[in-house]
């Protein structure tokens, strides 16, 4: 006999809704009413566009620009505070001499005579390898870190008395640094080509580019497959002082005894 007489039954006319049901209909609430969201925010236009997205190189050149503001604000800031301290303050000639080589030697004045500058570039687009040598990997075409460090570092010892990278002075805390094919500079950030420009006795300058191997090693580069390389000589050149932060914590110094002294910053 079946038990169906003593089973509740449901009232005639009402609809059992269960779970499964009940979450498919939600899926497709949210599913139109996202359909009409995204025609109201279309109005008729491509809302999948790389314009509309925010790259990442986007976010670079922002805050190398903001780093750039930040820059001459500081550097407006500085002048200020040194013209405050070189009013009366009580100190020497021979103390204001002292100063005045200290900041020469920070890079953080103006320096001006004889320079030159060494501009470097990737290859053009298609280059081919010249006549004796191998076809090119895309590496082969780029400027690469050690090849900016290897122009600064060949006019330093060439005697240079100052050197700017692009638009920016160097110091002893710089520090030169490429990803892919741009240029990383004391928070900002640069594409080729790129302008080396220092100041000292051009001869002496030149012949360090001609000794260092490294310059030499770019150089079989240039003649293999195109890349750019040009030095222009210059009568008169004048570079800014250094006018960003310095981050430097900590150092030291060794003396002829070979011990060392440290000091450290209260940055």
């Known amino acids: 006999m079946s038990n169906s007489a003593d089973s509740p039954q449901e009232p005639a006319g009402r609809r059992t809704w ?8 939600a899926v497709f609430a ?10 109201n925010t279309a109005k008729g236009t491509n809302i999948r566009t790389d314009a509309s997205l925010l790259k990442l190189s986007d976010l670079v050149r922002e805050r190398s620009q903001k780093n750039a ?32 080589a200290l900041e020469k030697a920070a890079g953080t004045t103006k320096v001006a005579g004889r320079g030159l500058t060494v501009t470097l570039n990737d290859a053009p687009p298609g280059a081919q390898a010249a006549p004796g040598y191998p076809e090119p990997q895309a590496n ?7 090849d900016l460090q290897a122009v600064v ?8 008395k100052g ?3 692009m638009d920016q002075r160097l110091i002893s805390t710089s520090a030169v640094r490429c990803v892919g094919n741009t ?42 497959y195109g890349l750019g390389w040009k030095v222009d000589d210059h009568e008169a050149v004048s570079l800014p002082g250094y006018s960003g932060t310095v981050d430097l914590h900590h150092a030291e110094t060794a003396d002829a005894a070979g011990a060392t002294e440290s000091t450290e910053s209260t940055d």
């Open 69 to 100: 503001e930040l820059d001459e604000t500081t550097a407006r800031v500085r002048d200020e505070v040194d013209a405050l301290a070189r009013r009366d303050d009580g100190s020497t000639k021979a103390e204001d001499a002292r100063l005045g």
């Open 18 to 25: 269960h779970p499964v049901r009940l979450l498919t209909a």
């Open 140 to 146: 082969d075409l780029v400027i690469h870190q050690q």
């Open 183 to 224: 240029l990383i500079l004391q928070g900002r950030v640069y594409s080729p080509p790129y302008r080396i420009t220092a100041v000292g006795d051009t001869g002496k300058l030149q012949r360090a580019l001609d000794d260092s191997t490294a310059v030499q090693n770019y150089l079989l580069y240039v003649k293999a």
């Open 153 to 160: 570092n060949a006019l330093w010892k060439g005697g240079a």
């Open 163 to 165: 050197i700017r990278v």
């Open 30 to 39: 949210l599913a139109g009413l996202i359909f009409v969201t995204s025609f």
